[in-house]
Nanobody, 123 residues
Framework: QVQLVESGGGLVQAGDSLRLSCAAS????????MGWFRQAPGKEREFVAA???????THYGDAVKGRFTISRDNANTVYLQMNSLEPDDTAVYYC?????????????????WGKGTQVTVSS
């Protein structure tokens, strides 16, 4: 069982940066592939970024490629560095973990989810 807790959300202006954190419980955290997703009001949850257990493989959604960076450390935390934020980035951001060792942008591939953290970008 893995529990995920996101933090770092807030209200920022367009062009600003923000770093989200996802703290995970569990002794085998390093074996889980991790992802970030987001959901704006009235829209479906969409893929943002994913990272392998080793941290060496990453994958990004087209909307954030070149602006966001996913990373992880050895202390059970995954990060999402978000630069050049735009109003369209406004959403609740969710951290997710998957047991199988493959990078994935598909929601149903993930086994555990956090409750999310709100990011609001004003113009």
């Amino acid at each position: 069982q893995v529990q995920l807790v996101e933090s770092g959300g807030g209200l920022v202006q367009a062009g600003d940066s923000l770093r989200l954190s996802c703290a995970a419980s569990g002794r085998t955290f390093s074996s889980y592939y991790m992802g970030w997703f987001r959901q704006a009001p009235g829209k479906e949850r969409e893929f943002v970024a994913a990272i392998s257990g080793s941290g060496l493989i990453t994958h990004y959604g087209d909307a954030v490629k070149g602006r966001f960076t996913i990373s992880r450390d050895n202390a059970n935390t995954v990060y999402l560095q978000m630069n050049s934020l735009e109003p369209d980035d406004t959403a609740v951001y969710y951290c997710a973990a998957k047991r199988s060792s493959t990078i994935s942008a598909v929601l149903i591939d993930y086994d555990y989810w956090g409750k999310g953290t709100q990011v609001t970008v004003s113009s």
